[in-house]
T-cell receptor, first 113, second 112 residues
Framework: DVKVTQSSRYLVKRTGEKVFLECVQDMDHENMFWYRQDPGLGLRLIYFSYDVKMKEKGDIPEGYSVSREKKERFSLILESASTNQTSMYLC????????????FGPGTRLTVL | GQSLEQPSEVTAVEGAIVQINCTYQTSGFYGLSWYQQHDGGAPTFLSYNALDGLEETGRFSSFLSRSDSYGYLLLQELQMKDSASYFCAVRGTMDSSYKLIFGSGTRLLVRP
């Protein structure tokens, strides 16, 4: 079974803090994604990566950055957290090779006070 | 722009059949997927259509009409555990990114 894990289920941070969200997959997937999920807005793509050290902006990259130093790990960084970044953050990975099925982690609910 | 439209909420009775529609407007199209998400849980893959027609997986079926830019998810013999949100998603390009565009989700409530 594919396993995607995220570092925290719940996180509370203060405005201006630097926040790191980590995602790890154990199936040697090449493609990894970070989404945020807000009520009524579905899943919006923040950043994605198709290989180590490679990253591409998604639809809403402002205020975020990412890091992929190892194939299994994809980190989302909020350089200076703001209250409008309070959300559910979901990581996903894709095996590639003719399938686009995305395997999601359990999510991190981030609250910025 | 690129968009997927699906109803925000659907209510049905246990044992019934429900259909969740999805219409899409994307610059490219290479497949329509459906995901299920229970409250507090992660989205999980349900089905995929690349070609026109019906795909059946147990109680769930998914249909695609590429000419109409339309698809639906059909849930039969509804059970209480089917109460969840359902998202359609389109793969718009065949590049190596495997990016999906997601709809905003349909919340299904199954009543006894």
């Amino acid at each position: 079974d594919v396993k995607v894990t995220q570092s925290s289920r719940y996180l509370v941070k203060r405005t201006g803090e630097k926040v790191f969200l980590e995602c790890v997959q154990d199936m040697d997937h090449e493609n990894m994604f970070w989404y945020r999920q807000d009520p009524g807005l579905g899943l919006r793509l923040i950043y994605f990566s198709y290989d180590v050290k490679m990253k591409e902006k998604g639809d809403i990259p402002e205020g975020y950055s990412v890091s992929r130093e190892k194939k299994e790990r994809f980190s989302l960084i909020l350089e200076s957290a703001s209250t409008n970044q309070t959300s559910m953050y979901l990581c996903a990975s894709v095996p590639g090779q003719e399938t686009d099925t995305q395997y999601f982690g359990p999510g991190t609910r981030l609250t910025v006070l | 722009g690129q968009s997927l439209e699906q109803p925000s909420e659907v209510t049905a009775v246990e044992g019934a059949i429900v259909q969740i529609n999805c219409t899409y407007q994307t610059s490219g199209f290479y497949g329509l997927s459906w995901y299920q998400q229970h409250d507090g849980g992660a989205p999980t893959f349900l089905s995929y259509n690349a070609l026109d027609g019906l795909e059946e997986t147990g109680r769930f079926s998914s249909f695609l009409s590429r000419s109409d830019s339309y698809g639906y998810l059909l849930l039969q013999e509804l059970q209480m555990k089917d109460s969840a949100s359902y998202f359609c998603a389109v793969r718009g390009t065949m590049d190596s990114s495997y990016k999906l565009i997601f709809g905003s989700g349909t919340r299904l409530l199954v009543r006894p």
